[in-house]
């Protein structure tokens, strides 16, 4: 999911010290002589919050052009979903509802604070809240949590989230998940304990630094283990939080209605403010930008910036409902290196040579709105980012080098260049179109590159999927990723640590599975000093490069839309640059 932070404090952030900031900061504006529009004015959202309001009441109304990979929290990798379940889904701890890098804190959630961390760092223990329930009135127990986390080792039905607790709490794979469980209350994971209904006590194997960060993925969300569909969950999820489900339709949409269950008193992070969230699909972006321009919708879920056309009528005529927004992405092009030629890393630096960074960085809307370009996978904001460029981008200006690119492809046995295949998701238009910027650069030396559109629901079964990448001769992926947490570990390891390779749901597309790279991996996670984890994921960043197995291009910016009903609307650095969702109102 997406980059992003330096390491979080683990200071615990009251409900009142969280109300009061969200009261005191003063809704930010632009120049008002330029705006031209009702909205709190430009950039409004990354300075502070701007309208900000406790008033409830109204229809909260999301857009986008993708569906979610699933509404089940165990089964969501991609960012907007995560961010859109915190409306139903509550975990142990969370991050911060506050603006900007504030937002990095980790404070409690159904907990009654963040861990107390025993045994060297290998013992977790938590205390829940009171007057915490489901949908139905019935208590959240500390099972329920036990039981929602178990259900990632279902990897046959509960696949496509992050695998970090099952690798961090099980390495070794003994445990089959909940369906297979043989115990009389399916809870017999051996790492969590759960010794009365209030208490929740994990023991890792060895220390990770970055234990609580996975906590407050979905992935740790309570599931009931009564109304657990399994690989149905997704079409109803029963819900933890202040909303709960009334329809999801893949494909059309989403509504969330009022949880009358919910206790707020139990909830320190949700202020609740609309009667209900709606999510309305729509797969055309020009489309999409008219019906935010016109109105008809308050926010872009995925929050993956404008179209041209949109983001030009905006900053001309709208300016007070835009945002340019930081975000903790990297778009890159993964290389599937089973697929030939792209075993041969002179096939794959060839790539690099012929390719027109610049070209890519203006499709996506030029520097000043689109970001820098990007020679490294690590984000700048991580422990271990730096200016390594070994191939010289910067210092052609992200240009072409026409004749390194030739040369690399004589070393790879393809002089006159060769034919491939790449993946763009159709849903994601400025991704077609960096694919087809790709495919003209790499034409001028000769690599034929013929680009395949999918639709972004079906990625899990298809990028992440080696077996079908490899059986329909898909060689290139263009894509973009996110910190899952603020270290190199929930940047990088997904990505490029091999024992993180799966059959399904996979994200190591290039099926990397260096050694050096793994064990690096092992280094930084025993790092309590977030400096000197990072001269081991700077390493791991360097080898990535040198490689050639990812192809980074481009740091990204977007401009957002936010419409001048919308209420608390921020930039969170912990939801890599999105608006804090649970914090959004509208007036009615």
């Known amino acids: 999911m997406k980059p992003l932070r330096s390491s979080r404090s683990r200071r615990i952030a009251g409900a009142a010290v969280v109300v009061g900031a969200l009261m005191a900061t003063a809704a930010c504006g632009g120049d008002k002589n330029d705006d031209k529009s009702e909205g709190a004015g430009f950039n409004a959202a990354t300075k502070g919050i701007a309208n900000a309001s406790t008033k409830t009441g109204g229809t909260l109304k999301f857009i986008n052009k993708q569906d979610f990979d699933s509404l089940d929290p165990q089964r969501q990798y991609y960012g907007f979903a995560w961010d859109f379940s915190r409306f139903y889904a509550r975990q142990l701890i969370t991050y911060a509802p506050k603006p900007g890098k504030a937002s990095n804190t980790l404070v409690p959630d159904l907990a009654t604070s963040t861990a107390k961390i025993s045994d060297g760092g290998k013992t977790y223990t938590y205390t829940l809240r009171d007057g915490i329930t489901w949908e139905d009135g019935s208590p959240i127990t500390a099972q329920d949590i036990k039981y929602g986390i178990e259900r990632i080792w279902a990897k046959d039905l509960i696949s496509g989230g992050p695998a970090y607790l099952r690798q961090v709490l099980d390495p070794d794979g003994k445990y089959k998940g909940p369906y297979k469980d043989k115990t009389k209350d399916k809870l017999g994971l051996k790492a969590i304990e759960t010794p009365d209904a209030k208490t929740i006590i994990f023991r890792l194997p060895k220390p990770n630094g970055d234990f609580e960060q996975m906590l407050a993925m979905p992935t740790g969300s309570p599931v009931k283990a009564s109304k657990d569909t399994g690989a149905k969950y997704t079409n109803q999820p029963f819900s933890s939080g202040p909303y709960k489900v009334q329809s999801y339709k893949p494909g059309k949409g989403a509504v969330l209605v009022r949880n009358p269950k919910w206790n707020k008193a139990s909830d320190p992070i949700r202020p609740a403010l609309p009667d209900k969230v709606t999510v309305t699909l729509n797969s055309n972006l020009d489309a999409v930008d008219e019906l935010l321009i016109k109105g008809d919708y308050d926010v872009f879920l995925s929050a993956t910036g404008m179209g041209q056309a949109g983001r030009s009528e905006a900053l001309k005529q709208h300016k007070g409902n835009v945002d340019n927004i930081e975000t903790s992405f990297v778009r890159y092009v993964d290389f599937a290196t089973k697929v030939k030629p792209f075993d041969n890393i002179h096939c794959r630096k060839a790539v690099f040579y012929a390719t027109n960074y610049t070209s890519l960085q203006t499709i996506r809307g030029g520097p000043q709105a689109a970001g820098d370009i990007a020679t490294t996978m690590l984000p700048k904001s991580i422990a271990g980012a730096d200016d390594y460029d070994p191939y010289g981008i910067l210092a052609r200006k992200g240009k072409p080098d026409a004749a390194k690119a030739k040369d690399e492809l004589k070393q790879c046995g393809k002089p006159d260049g060769f034919s491939a295949n790449i993946v763009a998701r159709n849903d994601q238009p400025n991704e077609v179109k960096a694919a087809e910027a790709l495919q003209e650069s790499l034409g001028k030396v000769g690599i034929k590159l013929q680009?395949?559109?999918?639709?972004?629901?079906?990625?899990?079964?298809?990028?992440?999927?080696?077996?079908?990448?490899?059986?329909?001769?898909?060689?290139?992926?263009?894509?973009?990723?996110?910190?899952?947490?603020?270290?190199?570990?929930?940047?990088?390891?997904?990505?490029?640590?091999?024992?993180?390779?799966?059959?399904?749901?996979?994200?190591?597309?290039?099926?990397?599975?260096?050694?050096?790279?793994?064990?690096?991996?092992?280094?930084?996670?025993?790092?309590?000093?977030?400096?000197?984890?990072?001269?081991?994921?700077?390493?791991?960043?360097?080898k990535i490069v040198d490689l050639a197995v990812q192809m980074p291009f481009l740091y990204e910016k977007n401009i957002t839309w936010r419409s001048s009903r919308l209420t608390n609307a921020f930039s969170s650095a912990a939801y890599n640059g999105r608006y804090d969702y649970s914090q959004l109102g509208v007036v009615k």
Not at 464 to 476: D, E, Q, Y
Not at 479 to 503: A, K, S
Request: aromatic letters at 8%; glycine letters at 12%; zero cysteines.
């Open 451 to 542: 680009v395949e559109n999918i639709d972004g629901a079906s990625s899990a079964s298809i990028t992440g999927s080696p077996s079908v990448m490899k059986k329909r001769n898909l060689g290139l992926s263009m894509t973009g990723w996110g910190p899952d947490f603020p270290t190199g570990q929930g940047f990088e390891q997904p990505l490029i640590d091999g024992r993180f390779i799966q059959q399904t749901g996979n994200y190591n597309v290039s099926e990397t599975n260096d050694p050096k790279i793994n064990g690096l991996f092992d280094t930084a996670l025993k790092e309590t000093d977030p400096a000197k984890a990072g001269e081991s994921y700077k390493e791991i960043n360097h």
